[in-house]
């Protein structure tokens, strides 16, 4: 999910117990790229990642405790205690090195340059400091390489300058980050492989062509003023941006920019230096999403609880008021809407702390299957006659051990929210069965571990959500209902029980095409002795030779089946949309063997691709993706009976074994 709050702005206050939690719990630390060092005002370390661990050469348990000072060399660390000063004075999110020369020292007592993003997350008694620290060795080797062959350029003779340029385009394209350079009119010169391998153009496609290329169209001056800086001298450093790639994608990038100069001195154009920090942008946008939602949770739970005295104090005083009132006087009707409000708050209170993961529950094995027909006989007097109910068992046993009533309350709240989506009627659909992930599947969702797990799928045919209000739909009191039709915590409450029982929840949704809620929670076959030996599951052999089209509008997921598929010896094509697709099937003449394509999709679906493709290719076989179920694909009529879908999200197994059934 995509936070709201702003990485410049201030920096979201949590209690000093919930830092520690935040910060000991280092699963979004660990998806950042960089060294994580968190410091408090003091300087003491009081936690690092493991990428920290082996840009340093200590083990986590040697740095927490320590002074940050141990990791800063000698000569420097009275500079540093002074920079050190100043951001305590005005602390904010700032990036240094791109003006400092800043070090860092390793425990072999080695110095390397680094460059440093400090982002403070304040505290009720003070605040700590984040600390990204990047390696930029490589960095500085190019650029002092650079210096040195240019002074050898201008050294040396005539028939010895091809040498040179030849020496000094092998640097260049040495580096994983884009180098190109442009005129004073911003048309590109020249372009290394690191830039062909972020933007998607080759240097035969670029060159010649206006930087603005690259610009997307709502940052339609920032051209032309960074021009004018190069033009009259100026460098621009380490700003972060956004650009387009071939493909249409949009990368953040930090991005460096230099007048370019001739033997006499004048500038002739500008050179610039951009890192792709699309991943690391990502990461710290997930880690501030947990921090936000850790700091709502523990405000929710101590207004809660606070306000839980309060009822508690109203309601003895009513119980002695009416029994000192008359039945039939008159007072007795006031008390007793006292009494009545009082429920109601209490009510409200106990999704408030059900969000905050502090109420006691009382779990016990159950399997899902059972309990999902018992509370489908209060769904539907719930859910109207308009609305039909579907309930669908993909295994045998769903073993879980969670608290019945909470479970009970998930799929309660998620009807009431279905309910409302569908105010026509519609289907409610509830699935559920047995999952395995394996590691690398939890490589790429930080969040969850490996291991079983089983799944629960609620589905609606309703009007379904966009982007902005699924990015906020756990968040307490947040609602998109009239004034008085929702307290805005039923899916705060939701998100609090199964974060609470050790679980994970994911959303799926578009406007017209329904919503999916997908929790998955730990298997518990193994507490009642029906656990088995885990199933060996076979990959199936590697194929060279064949030509997958992958169609998928979300770029990271696009990567990463590109990556699972290429790694397994398949020859991938890809495209972001079904128009693209198209013109990519129309300009490549190769034969294609699969289309395997995400089903909901802007400008053209999956379906309606695979039916313009199978008029010129009528032979090609199709499987597709979704994060929307198999079974609300068919209600909806999104697919035809016997297609091939693969659920998201899918492990490497599923996907390679998917692709090599449909090969044959």
């Known amino acids: 999910m995509r936070p709201s709050s702003d990485p410049g702005g201030p920096a979201p206050t949590l209690s000093a117990k919930t830092m520690a939690a935040v910060l000991l719990s280092n699963d979004l630390l660990e998806a950042l790229p960089d060294a994580i060092v968190a410091v408090d005002r003091d300087g003491t370390i009081v936690q690092v990642n493991s990428q920290a661990q082996e840009l340093f050469a200590y083990d986590r348990e040697e740095l927490i405790g320590q002074k940050v000072e141990m ?9 540093h205690h002074h920079h050190r000063q100043n951001f305590a004075q005005t602390p904010k999110t700032r990036r240094m090195g791109a003006d400092l020369d800043l070090y860092g020292r390793r425990r072999n007592g080695s110095e390397f340059p680094v460059e440093i993003s400090l982002s403070p997350v304040s505290t009720e008694t003070g605040w700590f400091v984040l600390s990204a620290i990047r390696d930029i060795s490589d960095r500085k080797r190019i650029a002092e390489e650079l210096r040195r062959a240019n002074e050898e350029l201008h050294r040396r003779s005539a028939e010895q300058i091809g040498e040179y340029r030849s020496r000094l385009a092998s640097i260049i394209d040495s580096s994983d980050d884009a180098i190109l350079s442009k005129d004073l009119e911003g048309i590109i010169t020249s372009w290394n492989k690191g830039a062909e391998h972020i933007y998607g153009y080759s240097p035969e496609e670029i060159v010649g062509k206006h930087i603005s290329l690259l610009i997307p169209s709502d940052r339609p001056d920032e051209i032309s003023e960074i021009l004018q800086k190069i033009k009259r001298g100026e460098s621009t450093e380490h700003y972060e941006s956004v650009r387009v790639t071939k493909d249409g994608r949009r990368v953040n990038v930090s991005v460096s920019v230099s007048p370019l100069r001739n033997a006499s001195g004048d500038i002739m154009g500008a050179s610039a230096i951009a890192r792709d920090v699309t991943a690391q942008k990502r990461a710290e946008g997930q880690l501030r999403q947990s921090q936000k939602m850790e700091a709502i949770g523990r405000l929710a739970g101590g207004v809660a ?40 708050g209490t ?19 159950l399997d899902l299957n059972d309990r999902l027909k018992d509370i489908s006989k209060l769904l539907r007097p719930l859910l109207g006659d308009d609305v039909e109910v579907l309930i669908v068992s993909r295994s045998p046993s769903a073993v879980i051990e969670a ?3 909470q479970l009970d309350q998930i799929v309660v709240n998620l009807a009431v929210n279905a309910r409302d989506a569908m105010p026509r009627g519609g289907k409610f659909i509830l699935e559920t069965g047995a999952v395995n992930f394996d590691e690398g599947f939890a490589e790429q969702h930080q969040a969850m571990a490996a291991g079983k797990y089983v799944l629960l799928a609620v589905s609606d045919t309703g009007s379904g ?24 915590l039923g899916l705060a409450t939701v998100y609090g029980i199964v974060k609470q029982s050790a679980g994970h929840i994911f959303v799926y949704s578009e406007p017209g095409h329904g919503t999916t809620f997908k929790i998955y929670l730990p298997n518990a076959e193994h507490k009642i002795g029906l656990g088995s030996k885990p199933e060996v599951e076979t990959v199936s052999p590697k194929r060279h030779g064949t030509t997958i089209l992958l169609v998928e509008d979300d770029e990271i997921m696009r990567a990463l089946t590109r990556q699972l598929l290429q790694e397994h010896g398949y020859t991938v094509v890809e495209a972001n949309d079904g128009k693209s697709a198209l013109e990519l099937v129309e300009s490549n003449s190769g034969p294609i063997d699969l289309l395997l394509t995400d089903v909901v999709m802007r400008r053209m679906s999956g379906p309606e691709l695979a039916e313009h493709l199978h008029a010129s290719h009528p032979t090609l076989k199709v499987a597709y993706m979704s994060g929307y179920t198999g079974e609300l694909m068919a209600n909806r009529e999104m697919l035809k009976p016997g297609v091939t879908l693969l659920e998201k999200p899918f492990t490497r197994t599923a996907l390679l074994n998917t692709v090599h059934a449909m090969l044959g």
Not at 71 to 79: A, I, K, M, N, T
Not at 319 to 332: G, K, M, N, Q, T
């Open 305 to 344: 609880h606070d306000f839980n005295n309060i009822l508690a104090i109203i309601n003895a005083c009513t119980e002695f008021l009416r029994d000192r009132i008359v039945p039939a006087a008159e007072p007795s009707t006031y008390v007793e809407n006292i009494r009545k409000a009082t429920e109601r």
């Open 347 to 365: 009510s409200l209170t106990r999704q408030l702390l059900a969000f905050s993961r502090t109420p006691a529950i009382q779990t016990q094995v």
């Open 403 to 405: 608290d019945p009533g």
């Open 465 to 488: 959500m966009d982007e902005a209000t699924v990015s906020r739909i756990f968040e307490p009191f947040f609602t998109t209902k009239e004034a008085g039709k929702g307290t805005g």
């Open 71 to 79: 990791l800063v060399p000698d000569s420097y660390r009275g500079q």
